[in-house]
């Protein structure tokens, strides 16, 4: 029963940050332009740190579903 729970937890806390970054996509679209970076926009930063944490969080499942 552990692993559904924390198969739960993990797709809730990447829907957060995904809703996040769909709000803030569609209510401050000024501020998905900022380049707070080496010249990038917050709006691939962003998408890009949504793509490495779905792995991050595909990796910590798996580790504790063994």
């Known amino acids: 029963m552990a692993i559904p729970r924390i198969a739960l937890w993990l797709f809730l806390s990447y829907l957060a940050l995904y809703v996040g970054f769909m709000a803030v996509s569609a209510f ?24 490495v944490l779905a792995f991050v969080l595909a990796a910590v499942y798996l580790r504790v579903a063994q």
């Open 28 to 51: 401050a679209p000024g501020l998905m332009a900022a380049t707070p970076v080496a010249g990038l926009p917050l709006s691939i930063l962003y998408g890009f740190l949504l793509i």
